[in-house]
C-alpha cells in the first residue's frame, strides 16, 4: 500500500513517468493505479483526443507502440492505457526497443493481471530503468481484516474486528470484491458508528450467528449445542456454505493452535503476532487451548485431513454434506 501512495503522491506532484508496468496477481491495486492516471493525468477537455484504453487481447505490440508515437493533440501529454496486457505475454519482449527510449509526451500504462512479467526479462529491465515497474501482491487471508481497517480507517472509518473477519470469511481475499462490500457499507454507516456485525448481517446478507466464524469459536469453547445448530443450519444451505471452505478455515484454526501449544511465551502480543492474528482474537485460542490438548489437536488435523479427502470423494461416494458435517463434529469434539 505505501508503494501504490508513492506512485500517487509522484503523479500529483507532476513526476509523471513515460511508461508504468503494473502487474501481479492481485488486480485490485493495478485498476486503482490505473484509474487515478486516467482520471488525472490530463483534463477532462484534455482526454477526448489524447486518451485512449486499447485491450491486449484486441491489440499487438506494434499497435500499442504506434499509439504510443503519437504527438498529443493541444496538449502536454497523452495517456495511453493498455488492460488486459497479460493477453500480450508472448510478444511483451518486442516492447523493448520502446521501452529503451519511450516517447516522452506519452503516458504509457500497461495493465498485467494475474501474474508477471520476467524481471530477467530485457523488457522489463528496460522499463525500469525509463518508467516504474509495479506488483500488486495478493494478500494472504490474515492480512485481510487489517488491509480493511486501514482502507476503512483512510476514510474516516471503523470496523469491529468481528465484522472485519466475517466479511474476510464470507468474500475470501478479493479486495475488489471486499472494495464493493466497504462502499455499500459506507453509505448507510455514519462515520461516529463503528461498522458492527449487525451492519455486516443488515446490508451485506452475512449471518452473525451462523458462519464458519462462528462455528470455529463455538468449536473452540466446547460447545456442543452452539455448534450443532450452526452446523444444521449449513447442511440446509449447502450452496451459501460449502463444506470446503469451513474444513479449510478448521483446518487452519487448529494448526495455529497447535503452534499455540508449541509457544513458550503466551503473552497476547507474542500471540497474535506469532498466529498472524488480531490480538481481539487471542482469547479463543486461550480457550480452545485448555479444551484441546496438544496430542487432541494433532488428532483432530489429521481427522479433517481425512474428511477433506471424502469431501471431494476420495474414499467415499455419495456421501452428502449433512453427513460430512455429522462427522466432522464427532471427530472434533
Same mark, same amino acid.
Given at each position: 500500500?505505501?508503494?501504490?501512495? +508513492?506512485?500517487?503522491?509522484?503523479?500529483?506532484?507532476?513526476?509523471?513517468?513515460?511508461?508504468?508496468?503494473?502487474?501481479?496477481?492481485?488486480?485490485?491495486?493495478?485498476?486503482?493505479?490505473?484509474?487515478?492516471?486516467?482520471?488525472?493525468? &490530463?483534463?477532462?477537455?484534455?482526454?477526448?483526443?489524447?486518451?485512449? !484504453?486499447?485491450?491486449?487481447?484486441? !491489440?499487438?505490440?506494434?499497435?500499442?507502440?504506434?499509439?504510443?508515437?503519437?504527438?498529443?493533440?493541444?496538449?502536454?501529454?497523452?495517456?495511453?492505457? !493498455?488492460?488486459?496486457?497479460?493477453?500480450?505475454?508472448?510478444?511483451?519482449?518486442?516492447?523493448?526497443?520502446?521501452?529503451?527510449?519511450?516517447?516522452?509526451?506519452?503516458?504509457?500504462?500497461?495493465?498485467? %493481471?494475474?501474474? %508477471?512479467?520476467?524481471?530477467?526479462?530485457?523488457?522489463?529491465?528496460?522499463?525500469?530503468?525509463? @518508467?516504474?515497474?509495479?506488483?500488486?501482491?495478493?494478500?494472504?487471508?490474515?492480512?485481510?481484516?487489517?488491509?480493511?481497517?486501514?482502507?476503512?480507517?483512510? %476514510?474516516?472509518?471503523?470496523?469491529?474486528?468481528?465484522?472485519?473477519?466475517?466479511?474476510?470469511?464470507?468474500?475470501?481475499?478479493?479486495?475488489?470484491?471486499?472494495?464493493?462490500? &466497504?462502499?455499500?457499507?459506507?453509505?448507510?454507516?455514519?462515520?461516529?458508528?463503528?461498522?458492527?456485525?449487525?451492519?455486516?448481517?443488515?446490508?451485506?446478507?452475512?449471518?452473525?450467528?451462523?458462519?464458519?466464524?462462528?462455528?470455529?469459536?463455538?468449536?473452540?469453547?466446547?460447545? !456442543?449445542?452452539?455448534?450443532?445448530?450452526?452446523?444444521?443450519?449449513?447442511?440446509?444451505?449447502?450452496?451459501?456454505?460449502?463444506?470446503?471452505?469451513?474444513?479449510?478455515?478448521?483446518?487452519?484454526?487448529?494448526?495455529?493452535? &497447535?503452534?499455540?501449544?508449541?509457544?513458550?511465551?503466551?503473552?497476547?502480543?507474542?500471540?497474535?503476532?506469532?498466529?498472524?492474528?488480531?490480538?481481539?482474537?487471542?482469547?479463543?485460542?486461550?480457550?480452545?487451548?485448555?479444551?484441546?490438548?496438544?496430542? /487432541?489437536?494433532?488428532?483432530?488435523?489429521?481427522?479433517?485431513?481425512?474428511?477433506?479427502?471424502?469431501? /471431494? @470423494?476420495?474414499?467415499?461416494?455419495?456421501?452428502? +454434506?449433512?453427513?460430512?458435517?455429522?462427522?466432522?463434529?464427532?471427530?472434533?469434539?
Amino acid at each position: 500500500m505505501d508503494e501504490v501512495k +508513492q506512485i500517487v503522491s509522484d503523479i500529483k506532484n507532476g513526476q509523471i513517468k513515460p511508461i508504468y508496468l503494473l502487474t501481479g496477481e492481485e488486480p485490485y491495486y493495478i485498476d486503482k493505479i490505473a484509474e487515478f492516471i486516467e482520471d488525472n493525468v &490530463l483534463s477532462e477537455a484534455e482526454r477526448g483526443f489524447n486518451q485512449m !484504453v486499447l485491450y491486449g487481447k484486441d !491489440v499487438t505490440i506494434e499497435d500499442i507502440v504506434s499509439n504510443a508515437k503519437r504527438y498529443p493533440m493541444m496538449a502536454d501529454k497523452q495517456v495511453v492505457i !493498455v488492460k488486459e496486457a497479460q493477453h500480450l505475454a508472448r510478444t511483451i519482449d518486442k516492447l523493448v526497443d520502446y521501452a529503451k527510449n519511450p516517447q516522452p509526451t506519452t503516458v504509457l500504462v500497461l495493465c498485467y %493481471k494475474y501474474g %508477471k512479467v520476467d524481471k530477467r526479462k530485457a523488457v522489463y529491465k528496460e522499463i525500469k530503468k525509463t @518508467g516504474v515497474c509495479f506488483e500488486s501482491k495478493k494478500l494472504y487471508e490474515n492480512k485481510v481484516a487489517d488491509w480493511i481497517r486501514k482502507v476503512l480507517s483512510g %476514510k474516516g472509518y471503523k470496523i469491529a474486528p468481528k465484522a472485519a473477519s466475517m466479511l474476510v470469511e464470507f468474500l475470501g481475499t478479493d479486495l475488489s470484491k471486499i472494495n464493493n462490500e &466497504l462502499e455499500k457499507l459506507q453509505l448507510v454507516v455514519s462515520k461516529e458508528k463503528e461498522i458492527s456485525p449487525m451492519d455486516i448481517e443488515e446490508n451485506i446478507g452475512i449471518s452473525k450467528d451462523y458462519n464458519n466464524f462462528e462455528l470455529k469459536k463455538a468449536i473452540g469453547e466446547r460447545n !456442543v449445542i452452539k455448534a450443532t445448530r450452526i452446523l444444521n443450519y449449513f447442511a440446509q444451505n449447502p450452496k451459501d456454505n460449502p463444506f470446503v471452505v469451513t474444513i479449510t478455515l478448521l483446518n487452519t484454526f487448529f494448526t495455529q493452535l &497447535l503452534k499455540y501449544h508449541g509457544m513458550k511465551d503466551h503473552n497476547p502480543k507474542s500471540v497474535a503476532s506469532t498466529l498472524g492474528i488480531n490480538p481481539y482474537f487471542v482469547s479463543e485460542y486461550q480457550i480452545a487451548a485448555k479444551n484441546y490438548p496438544m496430542r /487432541k489437536v494433532s488428532n483432530i488435523i489429521a481427522n479433517l485431513r481425512e474428511l477433506d479427502l471424502k469431501g /471431494k @470423494g476420495v474414499g467415499a461416494t455419495n456421501i452428502t +454434506q449433512a453427513d460430512l458435517l455429522k462427522e466432522l463434529l464427532v471427530k472434533i469434539i
